[in-house]
């Protein structure tokens, strides 16, 4: 309970009136759905997991360089009160078989439908040896699992089931190396973030590319015709301007009528895209409105409609939840260019209790689901409410 009222406090004034505008139209997830075949779905490592609105999953595999389109299999479940879990680790390791300090969850997602909540896991935390390490670094998820209502962890076979696959086109080569972890693969920051709006998914990550930083833009159903925009932004903290830094985590948001992309890199500058400006084989320099703070990543990054504007919350490795209003988003219309003066610049924002908190996701957008590592050490799952009253 304690840990419920922190929480309610650190996000207290987002108030939820209506669902965003956001996914696929329900003619779209039709239209996917109808293009599943039965078969066996090998992703190499589950590094992102997204919903669509109806319930089929992607899967973003940065091993295998490609995004799955899974059908999972739901009873709609409008009733149900949020998943909340403490311990969550130690759960999966008796479910599996291991031990909890080998447990590590790579992502999270919220099922539409019954409001199960999806983990990508894998058994590789006890080779997590550096700060600069993300789950995606250290292990390959490959285990799928779901918690249910009751508690249980069950995993999810991706033996014959409905899905569809789709390859990125040059993604980063698998003997490219990390320029400070001389050890480690880029080809594990293949796939960074995803999300859906409309009939696209948007895909970031690193490419094969010179500038190597890429925006993929996929079709959905999968077919012909994905993009791929290099990305560049300047980044304050460090004082130039970035071409291999990945987009960490990011959302598709429109301002003054148009379409574009909210993306946060490390050490945490805060950009946007114009989606329009998204051409294939074509190079696009961002325009950067923030600057949060250096030595962080941040790990997640979730829309809610509130009353009058719309709040953008971003979970983060080291920095507390940054809560940035949409309309200090709009109102901004200058840049960073230059090297601040100051730890922070740019677009306001707050930054509220929440350190710990590695993964967020909506449920149907009257709750904040979170996991959060918890002072004793516990990585809980919990959620938080989002209207008042």
């Given at each position: 309970?304690?840990?419920?009222?922190?929480?309610?406090?650190?996000?207290?004034?987002?108030?939820?009136?209506?669902?965003?505008?956001?996914?696929?139209?329900?003619?779209?997830?039709?239209?996917?759905?109808?293009?599943?075949?039965?078969?066996?779905?090998?992703?190499?490592?589950?590094?992102?997991?997204?919903?669509?609105?109806?319930?089929?999953?992607?899967?973003?595999?940065?091993?295998?360089?490609?995004?799955?389109?899974?059908?999972?299999?739901?009873?709609?479940?409008?009733?149900?009160?949020?998943?909340?879990?403490?311990?969550?680790?130690?759960?999966?390791?008796?479910?599996?078989?291991?031990?909890?300090?080998?447990?590590?969850?790579?992502?999270?997602?919220?099922?539409?439908?019954?409001?199960?909540?999806?983990?990508?896991?894998?058994?590789?935390?006890?080779?997590?040896?550096?700060?600069?390490?993300?789950?995606?670094?250290?292990?390959?998820?490959?285990?799928?699992?779901?918690?249910?209502?009751?508690?249980?962890?069950?995993?999810?076979?991706?033996?014959?089931?409905?899905?569809?696959?789709?390859?990125?086109?040059?993604?980063?080569?698998?003997?490219?190396?990390?320029?400070?972890?001389?050890?480690?693969?880029?080809?594990?920051?293949?796939?960074?973030?995803?999300?859906?709006?409309?009939?696209?998914?948007?895909?970031?990550?690193?490419?094969?590319?010179?500038?190597?930083?890429?925006?993929?833009?996929?079709?959905?159903?999968?077919?012909?015709?994905?993009?791929?925009?290099?990305?560049?932004?300047?980044?304050?903290?460090?004082?130039?301007?970035?071409?291999?830094?990945?987009?960490?985590?990011?959302?598709?948001?429109?301002?003054?009528?148009?379409?574009?992309?909210?993306?946060?890199?490390?050490?945490?500058?805060?950009?946007?895209?114009?989606?329009?400006?998204?051409?294939?084989?074509?190079?696009?320099?961002?325009?950067?409105?923030?600057?949060?703070?250096?030595?962080?990543?941040?790990?997640?990054?979730?829309?809610?409609?509130?009353?009058?504007?719309?709040?953008?919350?971003?979970?983060?490795?080291?920095?507390?939840?940054?809560?940035?209003?949409?309309?200090?988003?709009?109102?901004?219309?200058g840049q960073i260019i230059e090297q601040p003066e100051q730890y922070s610049a740019?677009?306001?924002?707050?930054?509220?209790?929440?350190?710990?908190i590695q993964q967020l996701d909506l449920m149907d957008n009257r709750f904040l689901?979170?996991?959060?590592?918890?002072?004793?050490?516990?990585?809980?799952?919990?959620?938080t409410p989002l209207r008042r009253g």
């Amino acid at each position: 309970m304690k840990r419920l009222l922190a929480l309610a406090c650190a996000v207290a004034g987002l108030v939820v009136l209506a669902p965003l505008v956001s996914g696929l139209s329900s003619s779209a997830d039709e239209q996917i759905r109808q293009s599943l075949e039965s078969g066996n779905a090998d992703p190499k490592s589950m590094s992102v997991l997204v919903f669509s609105p109806d319930g089929i999953l992607f899967i973003g595999d940065s091993k295998g360089g490609a995004v799955f389109a899974v059908e999972t299999k739901a009873e709609r479940n409008d009733d149900a009160e949020p998943i909340q879990l403490a311990n969550v680790e130690a759960a999966i390791a008796a479910r599996l078989g291991t031990k909890a300090e080998e447990v590590m969850i790579h992502d999270l997602a919220v099922h539409p439908v019954s409001y199960e909540v999806y983990l990508s896991v894998s058994r590789g935390r006890g080779d997590w040896e550096s700060i600069w390490q993300l789950p995606n670094h250290v292990a390959d998820a490959g285990i799928l699992l779901k918690v249910t209502h009751d508690g249980a962890i069950e995993e999810v076979a991706l033996d014959n089931v409905r899905f569809a696959r789709i390859a990125l086109p040059n993604p980063v080569a698998a003997d490219k190396k990390h320029p400070f972890m001389t050890e480690l693969s880029l080809r594990t920051d293949t796939i960074t973030d995803m999300a859906l709006s409309g009939d696209t998914l948007f895909v970031a990550g690193l490419s094969n590319e010179e500038f190597a930083s890429a925006l993929w833009r996929v079709p959905v159903p999968f077919e012909d015709g994905t993009s791929a925009t290099t990305v560049e932004i300047y980044h304050g903290a460090h004082g130039t301007y970035e071409t291999h830094a990945p987009i960490r985590t990011f959302v598709p948001y429109e301002l003054g009528g148009e379409q574009h992309i909210l993306a946060a890199y490390l050490c945490t500058p805060l950009s946007l895209f114009k989606v329009k400006e998204l051409q294939d084989e074509t190079h696009l320099r961002g325009r950067t409105i923030a600057e949060f703070g250096s030595g962080n990543y941040p790990l997640d990054m979730v829309v809610v409609e509130g009353e009058t504007s719309d709040r953008i919350i971003i979970a983060n490795s080291n920095l507390p939840l940054i809560i940035v209003d949409s309309d200090d988003i709009e109102a901004f219309d200058g840049q960073i260019i230059e090297q601040p003066e100051q730890y922070s610049a740019g677009v306001e924002h707050v930054k509220r209790s929440g350190t710990g908190i590695q993964q967020l996701d909506l449920m149907d957008n009257r709750f904040l689901v979170t996991l959060q590592r918890m002072p004793n050490g516990s990585l809980d799952l919990g959620a938080t409410p989002l209207r008042r009253g």
